[in-house]
């Protein structure tokens, strides 16, 4: 396994969660990651992702203004702190390391990335 997410749990609404991100393998060390999450019965759902360098994001309407994507470098690590969750978060989430080391057009697309974490389960009780 590459990638490995971890940090869900149970959270009541309202509620903070961050999620973790680990390249044990240096897939995105250069790269673009992203976050996913599926419900189920649902499709997947991308919902934001961090340049190489962390100079640019980019977040779903979804969960933008709830949902940070953050970097560090130093250890390889990618983090998605998600705040005010609410019951509809509910999903079991996921990281992805991109294609490209920049944002592309279609940076929303599961086609863009090439190495996927497991996922890690987020249920936000009501």
């Known amino acids: 396994v590459q990638l490995q997410a971890s940090g869900g749990g149970l959270v009541q609404a309202g509620g903070s969660l961050r999620l973790s991100c680990a390249d044990s393998?240096?897939?995105?060390?250069?790269?673009?990651v992203g976050w996913f999450r599926q419900a189920p019965g649902k499709e997947r759902e991308f919902l934001a992702a961090?340049?190489?360098?962390?100079?640019?994001?980019h977040y779903a309407d979804s969960v933008k203004g709830r949902f940070t994507i953050s970097r560090d470098r130093a250890v390889n690590m990618v983090y998605l702190q998600m705040n005010s969750l609410k019951p509809e978060d509910t999903a079991v989430y996921y990281c992805?390391?991109?294609?490209?080391?920049?944002?592309?057009?279609?940076?929303?697309?599961?086609?863009?990335?090439?190495?996927w974490g497991q996922g890690t389960l987020v249920t936000v009780s009501s």
């Open positions: 992805a390391s991109a294609r490209t080391a920049d944002l592309r057009f279609n940076i929303e697309a599961s086609r863009e990335y090439r190495y």
């Open positions: 393998r240096r897939t995105f060390s250069n790269n673009a």
């Open positions: 961090i340049s190489w360098n962390g100079g640019n994001t």
